[in-house]
């Protein structure tokens, strides 16, 4: 094995640690006994629900619901045409290059699951405004909670969903980077996976990318 060879396996193994760990650390962010950014939002999230129920006007679940898919479905779009092009250079530049199939088995990968996310966010989403006319006997009887609860259960879902799609999309970046240089991949695969954990374990309820 060169010295190549080896410097672009440690690259890679570090790059799979770092997705694995954000992954591992989102997940105990959500156990933590401390309120978190993303919990906030969450109690926002909600108290918005039992606004627009309390106020009747079931509208503003079409009209948010709608805004929200029309993001989703523009990026989607995008990640399509993304997947084909990505998977177009990979068959072009095959030439017995290890390193450049795992890049692009990688992006592809990250990019199928992303398409996957933004799939499930559309359908949730979809399922909201529906919910909303449903009368609550039949949630408390069916879900086991009531209305409100249930309805903002699935949109903090479809948020998850969303954020998701964003991360896995973030770490096409570093894969691309690689092409150019191996070091700069590693430096930005830290920086990425440190916006995330940052983003994870933050205590301010502001608006962030992941």
Known sequence: ?????????????????ALLLTIY????ARKLPKITGKEI??????????????????AQFIQTMRNNISISTALLGATI???????????????????????????????????????LEIRTLTYIPIV????????????????ASYIAKLLHESFDYFSNTVRALFYIAPLLIWFYNVYLFIVA????????YHEDFGTKSGIVLF
């Open 1 to 17: 094995m060169t010295s190549h060879e080896i410097i672009h396996g440690l690259a890679y193994f570090i790059f799979l640690i």
């Open 25 to 28: 650390f989102r997940d105990k």
């Open 41 to 58: 939002r969450s109690v926002y999230r909600k108290a918005w629900v039992e606004s627009v129920l309390k106020s009747g006007d079931k």
């Open 81 to 119: 045409v993304s997947f084909g092009l990505i998977l177009n250079a990979g068959i072009i530049k095959q030439n017995g290059d290890i390193f450049i199939a795992v890049r692009i088995l990688s992006m592809i990968s990250l990019i199928g699951y992303a398409l996957f996310m933004l799939l």
């Open 132 to 147: 909303s006319h449903v009368p609550e006997a039949y949630i408390k009887k069916y879900e086991k909670t009531d209305k």
């Open 189 to 196: 695969t830290m920086i990425i996976s440190y916006a995330m």
